[in-house]
């Protein structure tokens, strides 16, 4: 089962990693998403969090994502985390809306 916040900014997503950390998930666990690439990039870096990657999502996918508009790939990423497609549509659109999603997965 996942953990999925949804948040306004980095301080907040700060807070909601730190809460997830202190529920016993490791920062290997955690996820950030965020629609503008740019933002994104900064909000991984500066809070020390995990990119869906190929470890995530397989080689196939991590390569097709190279492919796909934003949107999609992004909705890729969140149904490899184990979200259906509804979910990750519906999640999407709080990323378009300039939310930033945190999500929790514990590893089998």
């Known amino acids: 089962m996942n953990t999925i916040k949804v948040v306004e900014n980095g301080v907040q997503a700060k807070r909601e990693i730190d809460e997830l950390i202190?529920?016993?998930y490791s920062k290997?666990?955690?996820?950030?998403?965020?629609?503008?690439?740019?933002?994104?990039?900064?909000?991984?870096?500066?809070?020390?969090?995990?990119?869906?990657?190929?470890?995530?999502q397989g080689v196939i996918e991590s390569?097709?994502?190279?492919?796909?508009?934003?949107?999609d790939e992004l909705r890729a990423k969140l149904e490899s985390l184990g979200m259906s497609?509804?979910?990750?549509?519906?999640?999407?659109?709080?990323?378009?809306?300039?939310?930033v999603i945190v999500v929790a997965a514990k590893s089998a």
Do not use: C, W
């Open 22 to 24: 202190m529920q016993g």
């Open 63 to 71: 390569f097709a994502n190279v492919f796909r508009k934003r949107g």
């Open 85 to 99: 497609p509804l979910e990750a549509e519906r999640y999407e659109e709080d990323l378009d809306r300039g939310k």
């Open 28 to 56: 290997d666990e955690i996820y950030l998403l965020a629609h503008d690439k740019t933002r994104f990039q900064d909000l991984t870096d500066s809070l020390d969090i995990n990119e869906i990657g190929v470890k995530e």
